[in-house]
Structures are given as C-alpha cells and as structure tokens.
C-alpha cells in the first residue's frame, strides 16, 4: 500500500483540557473522566459516538488500586462499550497507529485518546515501584543505583555532549526558552515563574550533567483528543487538523544502551515515514511540538528529523530561534518541560489549539514576528526515547 | 580475575531467569561471562535464549575479558529514593566492551565525575555485599 494515500484522510476534531497542575484531593481516574467529556464536547460529539477508546501507559488511577484496569474504570463511567479499547502496559508510542488502524479497517468512526494522572498530589512515581514491594526492586539495576528514568536520560545527553558538542549551556536555553512559552500560557504550570540561564545553571546537578530543569515534573491533570476521517470532521464544529504525515518506529536497545546519532533511531525512522508520507521536508516544516520530557530530548528530536546537523545544535537550539518570536517555534505551549506531563498528549493538543488558533497571547501568527504555520511536525516518544509516533498536521479547510 | 570490593550495595539485585547464571557465577566464583553464540560467534548481552544477530538458541556462557571502554557515565547526587541517600554520590556507566556489546556497572575509583571522558579504557572489578548475598559489576579507570 501506498502510504501517501493516507494523506490527509484523518484528522484530529476535539482536545480536552482538565485543571492541572497541584490539584488535590482528586484521583487520576477523576481527570481520565473530565479529559474524554472535554474532548468530547470540544468534538461536538455525543459520549455514545466514542466507538474507541484508547489510553496511554497505564498507572494505578486509584488510591489502593493495584490491579491496572483504568481503560474499564473510564469506559463504565463514561458509560460508554468502545468496540476497539486498548491501553498500553508501557511506553510505547502506538496510539495514533492504533486509531488510524481502528478507523481505516472498518471498526471504529470516532476514537478517543487520553493520558491522566494525579502524579503531584497522588502517586506515581518510578521509585514507587520499588516501595510496593518492599525491599524488592523489579529489575537488576536498582541494585546498581539506577532507580530513575532521569539517570538513563542523563546517559544518553552525556554521551551526545561526546559525539555531538551539546551540554548545559545548550540545555539551558531549551528550559528557559519552554519557560517563556510557558509565561504565554496560562495554563501552564510555571506561568508566573520566569526562568533564566543564570538561574538554571545556578541549581544543583541531581544526576550529572543533568539538573532537575532539565526534566519534566509530575502533575496532576489529563488531556485527550478524538481522531476521526477528514470526511467526518467536516461535519463537526472545529476546523479539521489533518494528518498529512505519520509515522512510527521502535528501537529494541535498553534504556541505558541509548545511542545518541545512531542512523535507525525510532525518532530518525519515524520521522523519515512521516516525511515521506506528507511529501515535505524540515524546510517546509514552520513549528514543531516535541516530546520534551528531558531538555536534551527535544535537541535529539530535532536533530533526528534533520532540521540541523548534529553537531551544529549550538546554532539552532538558541532561545531567540525557538522560543516567542523566533523563526521556528518549538513547544509553543511551555512543553512537558514547563506546561505540563500529559505525555505524547502535551505536545499533541498544543499542536492542535494553535492550527485551529485557540492559542491566545501564544498564538502563532498573532504574536509579532510570528506567522501560522502551514504545517506542524509532533513527536511523542516514550520507553527512553526508543519508541516514536511522528505527525505531520496540516489545517484543513 | 578481576579484584573484588566489598560494598554495601542501596538495594537487594533481583535476578531474572535470563541473567541469574551471571550474577551467581559473579558472586560465588568471581568470574566474568558474556552470552556467546556459536553459530555467529559472537556475544551479545543481556543473555537471553536466543542470540540476538542471527537468531539461534546455540548460544552459551563464555568467559570474558572484562575490558572495555567507557561508553556513558553519570553521577547520582539525589535520593530519588530513601534508601539510596547515604549512598550518594553514585557513579553509573555503561561500557563498551572489548568482546562487543555495551554493558551496565558501576563506576569506582574515578575522581572527579567531570574529567572522566567517554571512551576512556576500564576494567571490571567485582562489587560484592555480603549481608545482602550478591555481586555486581563495578568498572575502573585503567
Ligand atoms: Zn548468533
């Protein structure tokens, strides 16, 4: 089959936003909820249409609740019978494929995607694993001291300050450039808390040469979006937000054996897909909302997709090019980094809020010195970067 | 055979079925093997039933060098868990091989975490605690 068939045949109609941040007093099941209605009624469609319904990696909702059954909490309290219902035991980067898949073979007409958690207020968190059951890590490396995603992350960005030249200095101008969007943004978690690089490099190593600024923090809160075929987002309320390009990819090494430049990267592989399917290039490209879990995931990210040589970040990742007014906005809503960890959804809804220009002092084209884009490039990785689902959106008329 | 340090390790190691020949020959024996494949003649890691080049299940357990290079290192300065704390600083690199594939250990004996460089020549020593029964790898500066 010729992908490029695919081509602009669906879309994406519906965003849900819930509270986010520090919200106490809620369960991460509460958000799932309040994210599917969001999107729901932001679609102007009914719950009843929702034929499928898809979630990400799935941590326990429910204060107490071991048993990792989120996908039917949501469904029996939605009050809905998805024909199509999956939800990932970890990190992997399937939901778009899935959705297309669910769609294009004839089951489903409209499919839901979401991502909640109560990770501020609540639970979840890495180390928890190692608490639920005593004394007994879940795999060899704890014994080692390697209890975090934070220090497999900071392997990887080590080892591209070897091959490729980066370091703190560029890294600091990704956090303090997602600050700034993140100031644009009043959702955002750190809207009212301005960042410079005298105050990133002021703060401690937590896992040399990382800093806690170069990580995204838990939050609570949830975000969901509904894809369907353009056909059928013509009739809803919101203006279509097409998949021109899409593509997916997975790398099979551990998460520590990451291998910063390698040529069959998910993100190098997926990327390449989506390209080929869109019939565009990174010079066609005009923002990009990148999965930005740690600072130096978005340097790797673009540099995958090729919109600069690997060695040659330094001039590109600079605040003036990236951040508000820049020639090419990346993460125009503050990213994981400073908005919020909803995941692959964080970068996915802000890429749909400003095609349909619902941005407000962010938006794109609005803002001096900026224009719309006509074409968006999304990433949303997971497992340690090794697992990448690449969008290519364009505005549909 | 590579020297052996004894240490108070943060965690107990779990093992799984695929890597427990390894650590119980580490720490009883204190000798270093690598899943090797006969048909390719090749190592790999972490072991598994099949060798991850060709595919066959001829594969076994094979001494090795325990020489390598540096290919990443970090160092931990916070307790992302409680019972890490008093064990911080904690150094951890992954190590290219002389025999091929990139392992996981501990970095000892380093200095400064800053001028360590990648690629910097090692070898395995062993990271042995005795209350918790188990060994780990720990590699050194040559
Ligand atoms: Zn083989």
New interface residues.
Partial sequence: MDRTELRNKYSIVGVGYTPQGIVPGRSAASFYLEASMNAINDAGLKKEDIDGLILYRDFPILKGDAFHHTANVVTYSLGIRPKFLSQESYCYRTNINKAMGAIENGTCKYVLIVFAESGRTGRR???DE??TFG??????????????A??NY???A??A??EHGTGPDLWADIAVAHRKWANLNPNAIQYNKPLTKADYLAT???????R?LDATASTDGGRAIIITTTERARELKNPPIMIRGYGSANDTS?G??LTPGDPASSAVVAGREAFEMAGLGPKDIGAAQIYDCYTYTVEATLGDYGFFEKKKARDFMTVENIGPGGEFPVNTGGGLLSEGYYMGMTPIAEAVMQMSERCGDRQLGVMPGTRLPEFMIVSDNGGFYRSNETLILERGK | MAQVLKVN????????HD?DLF?KTAHEKQIFILPYCNSCDQYFW?GAFICQHCGSTDVEWKEASGHGKI????????P??K??KE?LP?A?C?VTLDEGP?V???LVNYGD??KV???APVHLVWLQDDE?G?T??GFELD
């Fill in positions: 968190t890495w180390t190692i608490d004394n007994q890590p879940y795999d060899e490396y704890a014994a080692y001291g390697n209890i975090s934070f220090t900071a392997m990887f080590r080892r300050m070897h401690p190593f937590l896992s040399w040469p990382f806690a551990k520590w054996q | 390790l943060p965690f107990d190691l779990r093992t799984s890597n650590y972490p290919y990443s290192h970090v160092e931990g300065r916070f992302f868990h019972a890490i064990h904690i951890i992954s990139r996981f250990g501990r975490i800053e460089s990648c690629d918790k188990c780990i790898m």
